[in-house]
């Protein structure tokens, strides 16, 4: 049975210099060098593959990238009396045009909730006094909203009193970000 002819060779030396000699490949070789050649192309494939999802992330990754300027935070500080349950809570809104503060009165207690939040150029002082619950209620006494320059540093504290005039205590503090 004759073999397949793999190709064409140049003699260049001895008698028959100058001439052209087909070469044979038996079945093995043959094999061989179709694999090699479907490997190679199956490597292509991978490499193009690779490359369009690295496209594909590089482009997901600058697409949902943050904003250059960080937005501001969510604060909450409550005031401090020792327990496990605490009488009243700050609450800062960063972020927000304007910002947004709030005041709770947590605790039936005969006590009352002040809170103050300060930044460079302004301040915001909020008392509670109704004693509701462990949910704020947005009432125009306990909320207000106010313009806080981007990025300011704003200082939270939150003390309970005893009256309108009262001494404060068991004061929290914290710091919030505009």
Same mark, same amino acid.
């Given at each position: ?6 190709? @064409?060779?140049?003699? #260049?030396? /001895? ?6 000699? =087909?070469?044979?490949? +038996?079945?093995?070789?043959? !094999? ?43 604060? @909450?500080?409550?005031? #401090?009396? /020792? ?6 809570? =700050?609450?800062?809104? +960063?972020?927000?045009?304007? !910002? ?79």
């Amino acid at each position: 049975m004759p073999r397949p002819y793999d190709g @064409v060779k140049q003699i #260049d030396g /001895g008698p028959m210099a100058g001439c052209r000699q =087909a070469t044979v490949t +038996g079945p093995r070789e043959l !094999e061989h060098k179709h694999l090699e050649g479907y490997m190679r192309s199956i490597r292509r494939i991978r490499t193009k593959h690779a490359a369009m999802t690295l496209g594909a992330v590089s482009a997901a990754l600058l697409l949902a990238a943050p904003p250059a300027q960080a937005a501001g935070s969510t604060t @909450v500080v409550y005031t #401090d009396n /020792g327990g496990s349950t605490y009488a009243g809570k =700050a609450i800062f809104w +960063g972020g927000y045009n304007p !910002e947004q503060f709030m005041v709770c009165d947590t605790k039936a207690d005969d006590m009352r909730v002040w809170a103050h939040w300060s930044w460079n150029g302004g301040s915001v002082t909020l008392e509670d006094a109704d004693g509701s619950s462990a949910f704020c209620q947005h009432t125009g006494a306990h909320v207000t909203r106010k313009q806080v320059p981007e990025g300011a540093r704003v200082e939270i504290t939150v003390c309970r009193r005893k009256g309108a005039d009262g001494p404060k205590k068991d004061c929290g503090f914290s710091y919030g970000k505009a």
